[in-house]
């Protein structure tokens, strides 16, 4: 990695609290950069879920599939070890899933189909248990639910859910709910929407403490990112119009 700036061929990649398997033929380049550092990526790689924007390039010729997890589905399915999880943003995909030459992106069931194949010929992972602790908490917190109603520690369910999400219960938690508040942002028309009643919506304080949030989230300013929501996408398209 070396020290560089996004330039004008850079989409801005929202804070997302999902994981995404990305397959690519091995010789295609992607570049993501984030607080002034680049990474450079051929062919297919993990990206982990992320809390602060990334930047991806997209003046490279390249084809991909997207295949999104929850957090936790890379040690589910045993794509990566818990020790291993919380290491990189971006880490290499086994030999086993690999982007295909069976693969036509132009053919959405026969993708998927494929995709299939591969993750079922995947090993499951050696530690069920501790992936079914981190899999209740993250129900628990998608559905709004007190973790205090699981059997187990908070200490103990703080350690393996960073263990094998890379996120504290609490980053989660925030991003869940930026999330879903971006989301609502973005259906909104920039000179109807009620900040106040936002902020009182999605649990926060008060209209400052909203924005204040919303900046350190997505790395601009609201009025800014209302302006130029079309450039701040999902990877694969939940936020392109």
């Known amino acids: 990695m070396h020290v560089t700036e996004p330039s004008q061929q850079s989409a801005l990649l929202l804070p997302n609290p999902s994981a995404n398997a990305i397959l690519s033929p091995s010789l295609d380049k992607h570049v993501y950069r984030k607080n002034g550092f680049k990474l450079d990526i051929q062919g297919g790689y993990w990206l982990s879920a992320y809390t602060e924007a990334l930047y991806v390039d997209d003046v490279y010729p390249r084809q991909l599939l997207g295949v999104k997890f929850f957090p936790d589905g890379a040690f589910g399915l045993g794509l990566v070890q818990a020790e291993k999880s919380s290491q990189k943003i971006i880490q290499s995909l086994p030999s086993c899933f690999r982007w295909s030459d069976e693969i036509d992106i132009n ?29 209740k908490a993250r129900l628990h917190i998608n559905e709004g639910k007190s973790l205090d109603l699981l059997p187990m520690s908070r200490r103990t369910l703080e350690r393996q859910f960073s263990l094998v999400t890379g996120l504290s219960l609490k980053q989660y938690e925030q991003m869940v709910r930026m999330d879903r508040l971006i989301w609502a942002i973005y259906q909104e028309q920039a000179e109807s929407i009620d900040w106040s009643d936002l902020a009182y919506r999605f649990g926060f304080s008060d209209q400052p403490h909203l924005i204040r949030q919303l900046k350190k989230a997505i790395g601009v300013t609201p009025k800014r990112y209302l302006i130029e929501k079309h450039l701040s996408i999902d990877l694969f398209g939940d936020f392109n119009n």
Do not use: G
């Open 107 to 135: 053919c959405p069931k026969i993708a998927a189909q494929v995709v299939e194949s591969q993750l079922l010929s995947l090993p499951p992972t050696s530690d069920k248990r501790v992936w079914e602790n981190v899999r």
